[in-house]
């Protein structure tokens, strides 16, 4: 049975309050994973709060819960984004869900030079809201108590853009710079994956130019799948938050 569920309306509370969910999550909490009376759990805003305690009425329609604790977790500074290239078999949006699971605190979607998948006219906005749920999803499994935000697509003219503004480390299995070498600062990183085929020469250039910088992981070429997850780890490490 999941412990961990997200009500975005939640703003404040207090031991001895009232909280409850409603909508989908409760029916599934209540009818699939049989959420009951008595049960200890915690909700959570998606913005930094979480509440734990005891469920005082199941059903299908809303569960409530009777507030113990109350926490207020601060976002992570520097944040790190994942900008992730399109990718073929769904293996984008396993790197999403990989990622947010590790802590990543939001996800841009690149539509790469070489990216064979394409969001175009309404598959915008359908591809975009299939990442939210992914990321929703996978906040709740992982029970963190902020949900990484999901940008729009972004092109790589937008990315160069974004390599003025925080910390740009591009994946390249060739570039000098070992991963596990980098050394924090204060500014949000943004962390670009490639697609299946790789990140072309002309878009390696360009973010350069932007101010981008390029390092590697290790030995292995990993899937696009991966690659963003494992460097995510990374820099967990060498941000001190693992």
Excluded at 171 to 190: H, Y
């Amino acid at each position: 049975m999941a412990h961990f569920y997200l009500n975005d309306e939640l703003a404040a509370a207090a031991a001895g309050e009232h909280v409850s969910v409603m909508g989908a999550d409760a029916r599934h909490a209540v009818s699939v994973s049989r959420l009951a009376t008595g049960d200890h759990i915690s909700v959570g805003n998606g913005m930094g709060l979480v509440v734990s305690g005891a469920v005082v009425s199941a059903d299908p329609s809303e569960f409530v819960v009777e507030v113990e604790t109350v926490e207020q977790t601060p976002a992570a500074s520097p944040a790190i984004w994942l900008a992730q290239a399109l990718a073929k078999g769904d293996r984008d949006e396993y790197a999403v869900q990989q990622a947010t699971e590790l802590g990543v605190d939001g996800v841009i979607p690149w539509a790469a030079q070489r990216s064979i998948v394409k969001w175009e006219g309404n598959k915008v906005a359908k591809g975009h809201q299939r990442w939210s749920t992914i990321v929703r999803e996978a906040t709740k499994q992982s029970l963190r108590p902020w949900i990484p935000e999901v940008g729009d697509l972004a092109s790589t003219s937008v990315l160069c853009s974004l390599a003025g503004e925080a910390r740009m480390i591009v994946l390249d299995p060739t570039a000098d710079q070992p991963l596990s070498a980098l050394e924090p600062d204060a500014r949000d990183i943004v962390l670009v994956v490639g697609p299946e085929g790789g990140i072309s020469d002309a878009e390696l250039s360009r973010l350069a130019a932007a101010g981008a910088s390029a390092w590697r992981l290790g030995g292995p070429v990993l899937r696009t799948s991966t690659a963003g997850p494992a460097a995510i780890a990374v820099l967990n490490s060498r941000l001190g938050r693992w």
